[in-house]
C-alpha cells in the first residue's frame, strides 16, 4: 500500500469498517478531518472512492485473512461493522462475535493501539426507564446483538490488559437525523455529536478501555458518563426540539416494552426459528 504524503491530521491511515451503514456513511466524511487516508469497508456496496484520501474494500469480518489484510497499514480503527439490529444467534455469532474477535487480533498482529467500538445502549437494555446508568452499572444485554457487543467489550477489556490496545467503546443510544418516538427523546444522539464523540474516542490520551454512553444532551436522560469525563466529550445538541411533534404520536401501552425498559423493543425480539 502506498504511503500518502505527510499531513498534519493526527493519522496517516484510519480503518473504517461498516461504511456502508447509516452511521458508516456519515463517518466516513467526518473522518476525513482526523486523517489523510480513510479506509472504508463494508460486506455491503459502498459508494467508490473518491481519491487517495478515501480507499474503499469490500471485505467479511468472518474471514479472518482478510480482516488482517484489510488492517494493514492502519493506525487506528473505527469499527462499526456487523449486524445493528436484533436477530438469531447464529447471525449474529459471524459477522458481530467473530469479526470483532478478528480486528482485535489484526490489530494486536499490525501494532495498532487504539480502537473506538461500536458498542450499544442494549448492553444494559434492561435497565427500568427510571434507573439512572453510568459506566459501572452491572450490564442488562436485552438480546443475542446486546450479548455480542458486552462481548465486544469485554474483548476490548482484554486486548489492553494484555496487549496493550486502547479502546473507547461507545454505547450509543439512537442515532438518526431525529428521534422518531418517546423512547428516543431519552436515547437520541445527533450526528453532530457522533462525530465529535468520534474524534474524542480517537483523540483523547490515556483511555486505557472507557466506555461512554453515546447520548445528545438531552432532557431526560437515563445515562451519566461521569467514570468518561476524561474523554471531554461535550454534546451540544438535544431532544427537545422534536419533543411537540413525538408527543403527538399515541403513547405506548404502559406494558409495551417500548415504555417499561430502556432497550424499548430489542427486550421482546425472537426467539428466532422456533
Not at 99 to 126: C, D, L, M, W
Request: with cysteine; hydrophobic share 40%; glycine share 8%.
Amino acid at each position: 500500500m502506498t504511503t500518502p504524503p505527510p499531513s498534519r491530521k493526527p493519522f496517516t491511515r484510519i480503518l473504517l469498517t461498516g461504511a456502508a451503514g447509516g452511521l458508516g456513511q456519515i463517518l466516513r466524511e467526518t473522518l476525513q478531518a482526523h486523517a489523510a487516508v480513510v479506509r472504508s469497508s463494508d460486506i455491503s456496496p459502498m459508494a467508490p472512492s473518491r481519491g487517495a484520501h478515501d480507499e474503499v474494500i469490500n471485505c467479511n469480518l468472518a474471514d479472518k485473512a482478510g480482516v488482517e489484510a484489510l488492517v494493514k497499514d492502519v493506525e487506528a480503527i473505527v469499527h462499526l461493522g456487523g449486524i445493528s439490529v436484533e436477530r438469531s444467534f447464529e447471525e449474529i455469532l459471524d459477522a458481530n462475535i467473530r469479526g470483532t474477535f478478528h480486528i482485535y487480533e489484526a490489530a494486536r498482529k499490525h501494532g495498532i493501539k487504539r480502537v473506538v467500538f461500536a458498542s450499544s445502549n442494549h448492553v444494559t437494555g434492561f435497565y427500568p426507564q427510571d434507573a439512572e446508568l453510568d459506566a459501572h452499572s452491572l450490564r442488562r444485554p436485552d438480546g443475542y446483538y446486546a450479548l455480542s457487543k458486552s462481548y465486544g467489550e469485554d474483548l476490548a477489556t482484554f486486548y489492553f490488559h494484555r496487549y496493550g490496545i486502547e479502546t473507547v467503546s461507545l454505547r450509543i443510544g439512537s442515532s438518526f437525523p431525529e428521534p422518531r418516538n418517546l423512547r428516543m427523546l431519552s436515547t437520541w444522539l445527533s450526528y453532530q455529536d457522533l462525530d465529535h464523540l468520534v474524534e474524542r474516542a480517537l483523540l483523547a490520551s490515556d483511555v486505557g478501555h472507557s466506555v461512554v454512553y453515546g447520548v445528545s444532551a438531552n432532557r431526560d436522560l437515563w445515562w451519566n458518563n461521569r467514570h468518561a469525563a476524561h474523554l471531554e466529550f461535550a454534546p451540544q445538541d438535544s431532544s427537545e426540539q422534536f419533543r411537540p411533534q413525538i408527543e403527538q404520536q399515541p403513547k405506548p401501552a404502559a406494558d409495551d416494552p417500548n415504555s417499561l425498559f430502556q432497550g424499548g423493543a430489542f427486550t421482546a425480539a425472537g426467539p428466532f426459528g422456533d
